[in-house]
Every structure is written in C-alpha cells, then in structure tokens.
C-alpha cells in the first residue's frame, strides 16, 4: 500500500485521509531517490501497520475508480470524434441526442476543419478541438 500512495500526487493525496506524519514520510519518499526511498518505504508501511487502513484503502480505491471511469469516458469522446470526422451529419445527430444544448453549426464547423487538415496533412488542431468540445459537454452535463 505504501507504493501505491507514492503514484498519487499532492492534489490526489489532499483527498485521502492521512495524518499529518504519514503525509510528510509520504511526500519525503516522493522526493529521494534509490536506497534512501526504499528505507522511507519501508517506514511508511510500519506506520501504516500501525494504523487503520480501511479509510485508506477506500479513498485509494476511490481515485482508482474515478481515474479509470475518466479513460474510459476519454476513448468514447475520441471514438466519437472519429465518427464526427468521417460520418459527418449521422454522428453530429448522434451528438444532439446525448447533448441536447449542442451547438450544430460550430460542430460542421470544425468537422470540416478537421477533414481539410486530414487532406492536407496538416496537425490536427480542430480534431483537437472537437475533442475538446465534445470533453467539455460531457463534464457539463455530470
């Protein structure tokens, strides 16, 4: 468990309920390295052992669960801006069903963007954008 706490950084660490001295041996082994790290670890998990773990356990699961649903919703908005990119019309209706308050015309807008910087093998930027657009209607909508 003590290397699972070393993965999270300090936003996702402010949201697990450790003391103040676990806390501090946590972030003191993010900092140091090789022989000096596996000594820390080592310290953490006896402190660990020394305390209730279960809330731990928990809130660990928890930012698991959440980063996985959060890649899964990620490749669903990728696979439907594809679909926006090579469908057109079909998959912007798709797009009006799940987000009623979308804006049709900005879609086509960069939907056909998008597909001349396809041809002409420029970067991506309105596929990004799209992505974008379509990412911030998903969070707006939960």
């Not at 890649?71 to 069903?97: P, S, Y």
């Amino acid at each position: 468990m003590a290397r699972k706490l070393l993965i999270w950084g300090k936003n996702a660490l402010d949201k697990i309920p450790l003391d103040a001295d676990l806390r501090a041996a946590i972030e003191l082994a993010q900092r140091i390295k090789m022989e000096g790290r596996r000594r820390q670890l080592q310290l953490i998990g006896k402190m660990l052992r020394q305390r209730d773990v279960e809330p731990i356990r928990q809130a660990l699961d928890k930012l698991k669960n959440r980063h996985n649903q959060q890649v899964v919703l990620f490749h669903k908005l990728e696979n439907l801006r594809d679909r926006l990119i090579d469908q057109g019309d079909d998959a912007i209706a798709e797009v009006l069903n799940l987000w009623p308050d979308a804006d049709r015309q900005q879609l086509r807008t960069l939907i056909r963007n998008a597909k001349k910087e396809k041809e002409g093998n420029k970067p991506p930027k309105s596929a990004r954008q799209i992505f974008q657009y379509l990412r911030e209607l998903a969070e707006n909508e939960g």
